[in-house]
Every structure is written in C-alpha cells, then in structure tokens.
C-alpha cells in the first residue's frame, strides 16, 4: 500500500507590515535604514494607514537620489550608473536584476498603486543574522535563503536602505554606515547630511587601512559638523547618536557578515565639537594619508585612540600626548608635504596645527 504524501503548509510571505517582528534579519534592518533616513519615522510605525504614505515617501526619496545620480553619471563616465549598481555582495542564486534602486523605486511605486508583486526567496545578504541559527539548528545542507519567503516590496525597501547606507567596497568587503538618532531630535535634513559625511569619511578611512577607533572618531566629526548648534538639543533631550557599522562579503558562494558594531558616539561628537577639531579633523580624514606617510598616519591612530580614553576617563594626559607628538620634527615634515591648500579648499598643515591648539580647553 503506497505511503500517503506528507503536505507542508506553504510559509506566510514576510510583509513590510511583518518588518518590526524581523529586527534581528538584515532585510528589516535596511528596511529601517531606508524608511528612516527617507522619512524620519521608525518601522514600529507600520499600519494600514501609514503603509502606503511611508512607502510613497521612500520611492520619491529614493527618486530624487536617481535623478541626481543620472545627472552625475552623465556629466562623468567614472560614476555608478544607479540602475545597474548593485549595493550589496551577491551570489549566483540572488536575483541581481532586482538589487538596484531603479527596481526598488518601480516596485515601491507600483506598491502604492495597488499593484501586487510575487514573492520571492530571501536574496542571502539579506538574511544574515539568520545564517547562524541555521547552521546550529538545521543541520548542514540547508540553504538559509529556504527558510524565508518575502514579499518583492520588503526586498526594494532593503536595496534601497543597502544603497543608502553604502560606504565602500573593499577586497570583497562591503561596509555600511548609518547613524541613528533615539529619540528622533533632529531635523530629517540634518540627519541625511551626517550620515552622507559620515559614509564618505569611513570611505577614505577604510581605504586607507585605519583603524576601527579613527572609524568611530570619524563619524563624530560627521556628526559635529552636521548636527552644528543643534547638539545642544541632542544633550537636553538626553538623546543617543547611534553608530550602526556593519561588514559584509562574500566567500566562494556564500555572504557572511564580517562585522557589525553599534555604538553610541554622542559623547565623543561633543568633545570633537568643544575641543574645536571638528574642521581639522574632517580635513585630515577626507584626506588620509597613505602608507608612507607613517608620522602622519602614527598622529591621527593617537589622536582618536587617546581622544576615546578622555571621553570614558577625563584625564588630562590623554590631551597633552596629542599636543606633545604636534611637536614633532617629522611629523611637520610630513604634514606639510600632504596637507597643502589647493583653491582655497581643505586646509593648510599649519591651519590643521593651529586649530589643534584648540584642544586645550577641554582641560581647563
């Protein structure tokens, strides 16, 4: 007598309604980034009745960045086409012609018109978090892309939110910087604008094989420059500027996470911003030196390593050590030679110096 078939119940396609139950997962984490830094609103404020307002938001968010990208790459043949740039690692399983945000935006548009899209497998750099929980409960041969089904909504919304917090590609390793304000105290613009620094100097950070101590310094010197004035509200509101680094690359045919560190900088940003070295600094890291400018590079680890002793232990020495090594003979040499003013633009070796004497009042 045949055996009788064993049926299986078809798993429920994740919705963008379904995000805030999937924190932990890459895609709702993009999701999020994509929702807030186009929006300012947080995924927990999903419903039926803000659905469609929060996506229609994101796709014209979203559109804008594509029309200003087409402009670039038209006046320059170096720049990403951004209907052909995928933000993320892939394999040869993950549906690459629908990882750019040209897609996403045609799909989030549709969205809002009522239009309703398949669902598909989880693309791999979008279920990272759930890689481990697969290896220690599935065994080995399952595929962690089987165990999610997402609407073609939820992928767009994480492309998107992958593309806006790009920093850099590297040796096969992709990071992605997005920095958060809790609770949400600041003007949407001033948020864009940190993170948009905050993404272009981990860039030259990271090209440059710095340090992950001149990475966080880094962005608190995006935030000083762009918060400005409204850091005093930040503080009184006792609100968190949160960094959210994560790393990503793909190994054979696999996409692991490399990295991912989370850390409130709202502390460091005011020292930056008190010790008056927002400016030189963003002028040093914008432009950090190469290898053989070993002084120079020595100065900037010191700078930040000592400058995140001072936040957590207030001792002067950790100031005077910076302002000493200023003294030294071959480190001017070297700042001179690779800190030049070009068109009035950046700053000079001894404009940098200067605004460095500023760090003294940290410790009066």
């Known amino acids: 007598m045949p055996r009788a078939s064993k049926r299986t119940t078809p798993k429920k396609s994740i919705s963008i309604l379904d995000l805030p139950m999937h924190r932990d997962y890459t895609f709702a984490y993009f999701s999020e980034v994509a929702i807030k830094l186009c929006t300012g609103k947080d995924i927990s404020e999903l419903n039926q009745q803000t659905l469609n307002s929060i996506v229609s938001e994101v796709a014209n968010c979203i559109g804008v960045e594509i029309e200003s990208m087409k402009k670039v790459k038209n006046a320059s043949k170096k720049s990403l ?4 740039f995928t933000p993320v690692p892939t394999t040869k399983n993950d549906p690459r012609d629908k990882m750019n945000i040209c897609y996403a935006q045609k799909i989030l548009v549709e ?6 899209h398949s669902s598909l497998v989880i693309s791999s750099p979008y279920a990272l978090e759930f890689a481990e929980f697969t290896r220690s409960l599935m065994g080995v041969g399952k595929l962690k ?30 990071g992605y910087v997005y920095v958060d304000v809790v609770p949400y105290v600041l003007e949407l613009d001033r948020v864009k604008s940190m993170n948009k620094v905050a993404r272009r100097i981990v860039n030259r950070i990271q090209k440059n094989e710095g340090s992950l101590n001149t ?24 609100a968190h500027l ?18 991912f560190d989370t850390v409130d900088i709202v502390q460091l940003a005011k ?8 400016k030189p ?45 200023l003294t030294s003979e071959e480190l001017n040499v070297e700042g001179r030679q690779w800190y ?8 000079s070796w001894e404009e940098i110096v200067y605004s460095f004497s500023n760090l003294s009042r940290l410790i009066r």
Do not use: W
């Open 340 to 347: 030049v003013k070009k068109d009035d633009k950046g700053l």
């Open 81 to 84: 086409d951004p209907c052909k």
């Open 242 to 259: 949160v960094v959210n680094f994560l790393r990503v690359a793909r190994t054979k045919n696999k996409v692991i996470a490399k990295g």
């Open 215 to 238: 990475v966080m310094l880094g962005i608190a010197v995006a935030v000083s420059k762009a918060v400005g004035m409204a850091m005093k509200d930040v503080v009184r509101r006792d």
């Open 145 to 174: 892309r089987e165990l999610f089904i997402i609407d073609e909504e939820v992928l767009a919304l994480a492309v998107i939110g992958s593309y806006l917090s790009y920093s850099y590609e590297l040796k096969g390793e992709y």
């Open 271 to 278: 020292i930056v911003g008190r010790g008056g070295i927002a």
């Open 281 to 325: 600094l963003y002028a040093m890291l914008v432009k950090y030196p190469p290898k053989e400018f070993s002084s120079l590079r020595r100065f900037i680890e010191l700078t930040s390593t000592n400058l995140i002793k001072f936040q957590s232990f207030r001792k002067p020495q950790y100031i005077y050590e910076i302002l000493r090594y």
């Open 111 to 116: 969205f809002t018109l009522g239009t309703k």
